[in-house]
């Protein structure tokens, strides 16, 4: 592989094109090229915020490149990759992780992007690559670069609750183009409720007080330290206040981020992270559980987190709540109670270590604790 990208990236530069590695002022031509091929660009409030104030970035010399981008010969840039730097923690030690957002290339220049994924997974100093928004289109190219699948969660399935049935069938008729979509509505979210009421899944806990928090406070962070204390044989993102603050500073002002809470006198004992993630093309307002934790092994603490939800949802006109990938051990706790599910047309969830002691210890299913939380998907 390493000879075919050696061929690859002297055929480019014989071309025209080159790689190099992306800079602050590159913002505009990558935001363009990322809102041309239909991603979600961000503001340059955000990008930045993103980029270079990502405590984790500056703790190597350099500090860790923004990303890599393809520029052609004339200068304009042709491809692009968002490069992250993470924390993780196994084994009581600290791991420096990375992940990429956004990849995406103009067609004349597809041939190069393997090298943009070589360069962003092989960078000095990361010991770690994960990603888990892989699409049908990329897994191919993280398969040829020796990319292995978590061997823990459900990351080819998405479980669901519908919370807004006439908004829901609304959407799915539109994305299928049917005709008179909102006229077909009507009947099939009668159908829909019907078949959820005859499901009789619930999730309706009502001893367990849930606390809806506006931001992360102490509590988060002595919650951060009991979680590193209890699993230290388990890969773990960081999530102390500090981390969990710039993970989610754009989504919190964006009112994006709703914060659950099981609390247990003046500490929590489990919390769980919801973002919003609508799909404007079609309409569809939608909710995704990122993140769930507990001081209780047992899971039993999902289900008050994911009621709350669930009527947060109704009451806000949400059209579903949406869980994927459900980590090891509360799988069934959300798949027993969720009544619809749809199988994804990929395994979302891809790593690769660079040391033989970390691949080894990754092979073993109860090494791993993912989530939505982990890698890009909720940055």
Request: with cysteine; hydrophobic share 40%.
């Amino acid at each position: 592989m390493k000879t075919q990208l050696a061929a690859a990236c002297a055929k480019s530069s014989k071309a025209g094109p080159s790689l190099r590695e992306a800079l602050p002022e590159d913002y505009e031509q990558i935001a363009s090229i990322e809102a041309r091929y239909g991603l979600a660009a961000k503001s340059y409030e955000e990008w930045c915020h993103l980029h270079l104030t990502n405590p984790v970035r500056y703790e190597s010399d350099p500090p860790a490149p923004v990303g890599w981008v393809i520029e052609s010969g004339d200068g304009r840039i042709v491809g692009s990759v968002g490069n992250i730097v993470l924390p993780y923690e196994l084994g009581g030690r600290r791991i420096r992780a990375g992940t990429g957002r956004a990849l995406v290339v103009e067609p004349a220049y597809r041939s190069l992007s393997l090298l943009l994924l070589d360069r962003l997974m092989h960078r000095p100093g990361v010991e770690l690559f994960l990603t888990n928004a892989i699409t049908p289109a990329s897994a191919p190219s993280f398969d040829a670069l020796g990319c292995a699948r978590v061997p823990a969660g459900m990351w080819d399935r998405s479980v669901f609750w519908i919370t807004h049935y006439r908004g829901f069938m609304a959407s799915f008729l539109a994305r299928s183009h049917a005709v008179a979509a909102r006229q077909l509505s009507y009947p099939l979210a009668a159908a829909a409720f019907l078949k959820e009421r005859l499901a009789r899944r619930r999730t309706h806990v009502t001893d367990i007080e849930v606390q809806w928090c506006q931001g992360f406070d102490d509590r988060f962070e002595d919650f951060w330290e009991h979680l590193r204390n209890t699993k230290p044989h388990v890969l773990l993102a960081d999530r102390s206040r500090d981390v969990l603050e710039w993970h989610f500073r754009h989504a919190m002002r964006k009112k994006q981020l709703w914060i659950a809470a099981a609390i247990d006198g003046p500490r929590i004992a489990a919390y769980a992270l919801f973002d919003q993630r609508d799909n404007a093309s079609f309409g569809l307002k939608r909710v995704r559980l990122v993140d769930f934790q507990s001081r209780d092994t047992t899971g039993g603490l999902l289900l008050p987190l994911l009621s709350w939800a669930i009527r947060k949802c109704r009451d806000e006109g949400i059209h579903m709540l949406e869980s994927v990938g459900a980590p090891p051990g509360k799988e069934e706790w959300i798949a027993g109670c969720a009544p619809h599910q749809r199988k994804l047309t990929a395994w979302t969830y891809v790593y690769q270590a660079s040391t033989p002691y970390l691949a080894e210890c990754l092979r073993d299913p109860s090494a791993w604790d993912p989530t939505l939380f982990d890698a890009s998907a909720s940055l």
